[in-house]
């Protein structure tokens, strides 16, 4: 199903490398464990992506990236070294088409906090050009703005992380 998936959106193959920093690993120093990757085709002949019954016109950019973000599992405040961090992984894959303004986004990650952040930056509340479409130039702004909110969660926690991490530190010398 998901070959299927994205070969029917037509999802740049780099995207598949992200794929691989999900799961058990015993180092996760390669290089698909971070990157970011593009693929742009905003020319009039580049019409190889171009699908008319589907409303695709080809000229588009691609873009994939992963980002890591930091959550404290449990705390004891008696004895911080035991307390429990979770590094998190997340890959996101965004493509805009520029000539019909359609976005398609795929975005992997465990838990829901991506998922709740993101409903909040389209639900009621939400700034009107977050969630505009009316016309090209709003869809083009409304399609940057969860970059910049999955770019927000990934830096959440990492403070008080450190400064977790310096205290260990400074216990244990």
């Not at 019909?100 to 795929?106: K, Y």
């Not at 910049?148 to 403070?159: A, G, I, K, M, V």
Request: glycine share 6%; proline share 3%; hydrophobic share 40%.
């Amino acid at each position: 199903m998901l070959a299927q998936i994205l070969t029917f959106h037509q999802v740049m193959p780099e995207f598949l490398d992200f794929f691989a920093s999900f799961g058990l690993q015993t180092s996760a120093r390669e290089v698909r464990f971070s990157g970011f990757r593009q693929q742009v085709s905003l020319k009039p002949q580049a019409t190889s992506f171009a699908i008319d019954a589907l409303g695709r016109s080809g000229r588009q950019y691609q873009v994939a990236y992963n980002l890591k973000g930091v959550t404290l599992k449990n705390y004891d405040p008696d004895n911080i070294e035991r307390a429990e961090w979770s590094i998190r992984t997340a890959a996101f894959y965004h493509q805009f088409d520029v000539v019909q303004g359609r976005s398609v986004w795929i975005v992997i990650k465990g838990g829901q906090d991506v998922y709740e952040k993101y409903k909040e930056l389209t639900g009621r509340e939400a700034r009107p050009e977050d969630k505009s479409f009316g016309t090209d130039d709003e869809c083009f702004v409304s399609s940057l703005s969860p970059h910049l909110l999955f770019c927000r969660w990934s830096t959440e926690d990492w403070r008080g992380y450190i400064r977790w991490f310096e205290e260990a530190v400074d216990q244990e010398v």
